[in-house]
DNA sequence: GATGAATGAGCTTTCATTCAT
DNA sequence: AATGAATGAAAGCTCATTCAT
């Protein structure tokens, strides 16, 4: 079990590190070499790992959205309300967005922009659906409660994603006045005020 | 017709062949020659309009902030209420969304994707500042009027343009599961409830 | 039309250089750059005039199996016997040889042997077809004067292409104790023997 | 079973492997880790086997050349005419090229065309003596009877060899009207007749 | 202004071979 | 003897940009 535990350890390893470069200099901007010196290893040896540049980006994003999905279930486990799920929801989403600004930045600077990069192989959503569940469960519990308005999913699904990634873009873009983290209770008061009944 | 006004046409023309290829192929994956090819020109001669691919592409989301700018320009004239004016507002999003789909996929996948390509004259969002402005405006009339709550304008930018933008992508993923013009009445209630006093 | 003659004049140029690099260093050891560096232009200019490497050798299987078939095609039309016909034949081959020995070796060491790059669109020997045509019309006359025995035409086919093939092979390898012209009278006299009545 | 004999065998069975991936797919197409998984054992573990690709090639046109030598020793060996024994080598040959066709295809595509693998220590068809040997002994021993006219060898042996190379060449370019089974007694006619006295 | 051949740098990917385990 | 991760050198191809015509 060591030799595939090291394995798995390094694919990780890259797969990180490609997150960032992706993420910061844009998917076409980042060259295998580039991934690899970052690694210290050479760009051969990546293909070892992945078939191919595409198929790196498209496991990259199912990993991104693993990790994020996670938070958002620990929240939908809590005994709280809606609003206060939206609230930590945008909280947790900020903070990784100040954390590990890679990940959010991924999903906007990689996944929804290069559409031909993830063709084959994450249509519909497939390869974020691990994230996209855990807000529709989220959405499904507060209707069920009576706290949340029922309406098309996507509706509520375009608010909350569209919104935050909206907001790291502005911080990206630094027109933001202040740290993101100082919207988190507009955003939350926003976002719920849209979606109560 | 004067030279110059003849130039400024093939510049517009120019700037339209891109505008769709750029949105529909992504920045990377068109080439010069791609768009000289859908205009019946050289690669070359197109130099003689934009110095530069990266300049081209600059000068295409200036002109479309402005198209859009100009559309909600004429919202904000309107002696209409802040709820009447984001109910247009989301309408007319959508509509270009679906008549051209290019301009609102320009902003999506292109500008918001490739930064480095804008990295040069047009940081802040400065090369927007049109369509941003027009919003600005909109949200300050709201407040005045007393009809939106005073909160800091890019809670409310990021809102309405991380929605509006988010539905879009879902609408191109194919996940939505009606026409994306049937979402307006919701949409636009839930940035009402979430912006109103 | 200076301008297409022009480029029709590079590419057979081009091809040209890409027939003796090819036949002399086989198909995959010929590079890019090699031909390029031969012809002292870029290797990227190359692909404005032959989308791929395979393209350009079955452009140049094409090319060769006209000359070939050229060379035949004249002594068809000549008023003399079949016998004399075969022995024009060996004789023309085998001076091709000596003279232009990458127009034979192209046959041997590339078409012949490299069928993955003529897979698509030289299938049926249809790339050959104008040398083959030849060599059946030389039959079908020779047939029907009653100079040579009527049997499948791929019979005598393989044994003239065969042979010839077959000694220039040996020719290449330096096993053949004199010139190979020398050989022809022999050689005419053992296919004659073969085909005639 | 000893160490050696062990190694033996698996030396004969990598030969085995590669010659029908090389025949089939080529010999640049076809990479050390492809013969190492029809095998199933480790790229690394190959060269404790044979020192590099072109040494495997090398032992594997000796190999070959050996095998189809000794059908033709059989043939030498019985008490037959020399037009019975031109039959029954035409025969044999055909025989393989439906049973084992790699065999044969060895010739034609990997050894035939590419030479820059063979050149250290095949020159002169050193490699194939073997199977030329038996040909050059079925020549002489019909010269001697009288039977076969005497000329040059290598006018008898290319036209043998390529000869039906060109018929197996042909077969494998789907050409041929019929099996090629049933162009046997045509073929060996058209080689008897040529070399007769 | 218009053309498109030409360049040159750079990209992804492949692969024989080595070597630590 | 066996593994397979690692290397490094190359290959085919692309493309923004230039420039002679």
Do not use: W
């Not at 691990?130 to 999913?153: A, H, K, P, Y």
């Amino acid at each position: 079990m060591k030799k595939e535990e090291r394995k798995a350890i390094k694919k990780e390893s890259i797969m990180q590190a490609s997150l960032e470069l992706f993420s910061n200099n844009g998917f076409h901007k980042t060259t295998i070499p580039d991934i690899a010196n970052k690694l210290k290893m050479s760009a051969g040896n990546l293909y070892n790992y992945f078939s191919s540049k595409n198929m790196l980006a498209k496991e990259i994003i199912r990993y991104t959205s693993g990790v994020l999905g996670k938070e958002i279930r620990e929240i939908n486990m809590m005994d709280i309300s809606s609003e206060e799920k939206i609230k930590r929801i945008v909280k947790i989403y900020f903070k990784i967005s100040q954390e590990k600004p890679e990940m959010i930045d991924y999903f906007l600077r990689v996944y929804l922009a290069n559409r031909e990069v993830f063709n084959d192989g994450c249509e519909g959503m497939i390869c974020v659906s691990e994230f996209m569940t855990e807000l529709m469960i989220f959405f499904d519990d507060g209707v069920s409660n009576g706290e949340l308005r029922n309406q098309d999913f996507f509706s509520a699904f375009g608010l909350f994603m569209g919104y935050l990634g909206g907001m790291v873009f502005l911080k990206g873009e630094g027109v933001l006045t202040s740290n993101i983290e100082t919207y988190t209770d507009d955003i939350a008061r926003n976002i719920y005020a849209a979606l109560r009944v």
